[in-house]
């Protein structure tokens, strides 16, 4: 089973490049999550959608945008990265109380 | 608002040493709490659970009892292996409003290294 499916899997950009993190499960969950964890911080909220067609902001959602392309699908985009954006970013999906995450993605921004 | 505190870290210990990482939390309502383990190179899996007062949760040896009177949540395991090496998650989720999603309040992560 894929379960949760990330890509790409590395990046390296520079300050003001564009980019977008894709996100897919196929366990037929409602809601879709982005995290990102950084050392000493655990992993942070920085998105969510609850189901198709909804997305709140997490505890940290400035400098990202999210779209929820179908129930599959939840893509993550930083329209101009900035090094504080260095960090690894996992994308998650639930069933009730239990998350579901990928492998995550290591984004370095120079 | 919710959070989880986990002890400092990271933990070394010697193979077959007893394993106690610490997880306390402060949360409005009732949560339901996890243990989340990532190995190297690797996402997030869950470790165990427990969903209300009292229920001990337990998987590969680890346990841990929700403690509603002390808001605690510790991780325990007998004899820890050097395959337990890993980053180790105490978090909370709390379900709004009796809809079917919620969010995970994560600890800091304590590193846990075992030698042989």
């Known amino acids: 089973n894929a379960g949760v499916t990330q890509t790409p899997k590395f990046q390296v950009l520079k300050t003001g490049q564009s980019m977008t993190l894709q996100c897919a499960q196929d366990?037929?969950?409602?809601?879709m999550y982005w995290y990102r964890q950084d050392p000493g911080m655990g992993l942070r909220l920085i998105y969510y959608?609850?189901?198709?067609?909804?997305?709140d902001k997490g505890e940290v959602p400035n400098g990202y945008n999210v779209s929820r392309l179908n129930k599959r699908e939840f893509s993550l985009r930083l329209e101009s990265a900035a090094p504080s954006q260095t960090s690894v970013y996992f994308c998650?999906?639930?069933?009730?109380?239990?998350?579901?995450f990928g492998e995550g993605s290591r984004l370095t921004v120079l | 608002g919710d959070s989880v505190t986990q002890m400092e870290g990271p933990v070394t210990l010697s193979e077959e040493a007893f394993l106690t990482i610490n997880c306390t939390y402060t949360?409005?309502?009732?949560?339901?709490l996890f243990w989340y383990v990532q190995y190297p190179g690797e996402g997030l899996q869950l470790l165990l659970k427990?969903?209300?007062?009292?229920d001990k949760g337990s998987n590969k040896g680890f346990e841990a009892t929700y403690r509603k009177e002390t808001t605690s949540f510790h991780l325990e395991k007998g004899s820890v292996q050097v395959s337990d090496s890993a980053v180790y998650f105490c978090?909370?989720?709390?379900?709004?409003?009796?809809?079917?999603?919620?969010?995970?309040?994560f600890g800091q992560g304590t590193i846990l290294t075992v030698h042989p």
């Open positions: 366990m037929n969950h409602n809601s």
């Open positions: 427990a969903t209300k007062a009292d």
């Open positions: 959608s609850a189901s198709e067609g909804t997305t």
């Open positions: 978090a909370l989720i709390l379900i709004a409003g009796g809809t079917s999603y919620g969010k995970l309040t």
């Open positions: 949360a409005t309502g009732y949560p339901s």
């Open positions: 998650a999906s639930s069933a009730l109380r239990e998350l579901f």
